[in-house]
């Protein structure tokens, strides 16, 4: 069945109040309503309502399976919900709060939705840095669940555009607050056995996380191969996301690697699949743009800047769909700071097709 999706277009940093309270009272009713956070877009719903939250799962295709990250406006909200922060996390939430970090917690039982948790006894909390998404859900009057605001498997939105293309008529409404700026989700993490486990890296780094931290307490990082739970404890853990709708084989190196084995390897795949028919597509970065023969080749952000990498790579990923493209290399970037989210989604875009040299 589809919907009329209303959008509203408001200031990112200085909200019209009015707007956000039309937005905020189809959330009060149960609808489901887009909006922006620092890191992508995100579909909200009522987090205590099963029938709010059913919506989301419905408009995203999304796994039922696949828990839900839960937004709030102020921290005083944490404890009515989960139980308390013992030190180590209240230490992160000092630090990053608000902003991109999500903290998985005990959640208070018969407080939200058992469909938000997806089962288990935890939940994922998090504070955004943005003006229209604390203010919407201040004026809500609810916690808001809301994963990222596209169709499930799809590219994260980091426009409203993004939005419309994938879930127009499907959702309640969308406020358009520009571009975001982080441009991948946030980090998620449980501190848990004397350690903080990063469950998902995002726009927190490992490093950031460690100088919050006593030395005594470690950081452990979830390695690519351990990322597929059979019951995911956060989103991002289990299914393919991030995908564009061509084929995308991702080529990474190892330490030692030289880059022009890395860009021959890709050129090799791409030539083989123009042979084959295809469309082709490389997603690069802006000190190789020059170096591929291709018919779309995009650059995205540059190495020796990888914020910017972060921020264009979903709209990256989009601008192949738009191109027709049915087949992508994609170079691998190093896996430091932010690098490591950014290696984490092209991993899922390219749903196990990997090239290592």
């Known amino acids: 069945m589809t919907i009329e999706t209303m959008v509203w277009e408001v200031d990112g940093q200085h909200p019209d109040p009015e707007k956000l309270q039309e937005a905020a009272q189809l959330l009060r009713q149960g609808r489901t309503v887009a909006f922006p956070t620092e890191t992508v877009y995100g579909l909200g719903a009522d987090a205590c309502s099963s029938e709010a939250v059913a919506g989301i799962f419905s408009a995203k295709g999304r796994p039922s399976d696949n828990p839900l990250i839960v937004h709030i406006a102020d921290r005083s909200q944490l404890e009515e919900l989960a139980a308390p922060p013992d030190e180590a996390v209240s230490r992160l939430l000092d630090a990053f709060w608000p902003g991109p970090l999500t903290v998985v917690l005990p959640v208070r039982p018969g407080v939200l939705s058992p469909l938000v948790t997806a089962g288990l006894s935890t939940v994922g909390l998090r504070m955004p840095d943005h003006p229209v998404a604390l203010q919407l859900i201040a004026a809500a009057g609810c916690p808001v669940a809301a994963p990222s605001a596209n169709r499930s498997g799809r590219p994260s939105p980091t426009q409203a555009a993004h939005v419309l293309e994938d879930l127009e008529g499907r959702i309640g409404g969308i406020v358009d607050g520009g571009e975001t700026g982080v441009g991948v989700e946030s980090t998620v993490v449980e501190y848990a056995g004397g350690a903080l486990h990063i469950l998902r890296p995002g726009g927190i780094t490992l ?58 390897r890709m050129q090799r795949e791409l030539d083989e699949a123009r042979a084959r028919g295809e469309r082709t597509g490389v997603l690069t970065y802006g000190e190789y743009a020059g170096a591929f023969r291709a018919d779309c080749v995009v650059a995205c952000g540059r190495l020796d800047d990888l914020e910017t990498v972060a921020q264009g790579l979903y709209a990256a990923l989009r601008e192949f ?8 290399t994609a170079q691998a970037c190093p896996e430091e700071g932010i690098g490591a989210a950014i290696m984490n989604r092209l991993r899922k875009a390219a749903g196990g097709r990997i090239v290592t040299l």
């Open 321 to 328: 769909d738009e191109a027709g493209v049915g087949f992508i």
């Open 207 to 264: 490093e950031q996380l460690r100088q919050a931290l006593p030395p005594h307490i470690p950081v452990l990082e979830a390695s690519p191969e351990h990322q597929e739970p059979s019951a995911p404890r956060a989103p991002g853990m289990k299914y393919a996301h991030y995908a564009p709708r061509g084929a995308l084989l991702l080529v990474q190196g190892r330490q030692g690697t030289a880059p022009e084995q890395i860009l021959a």
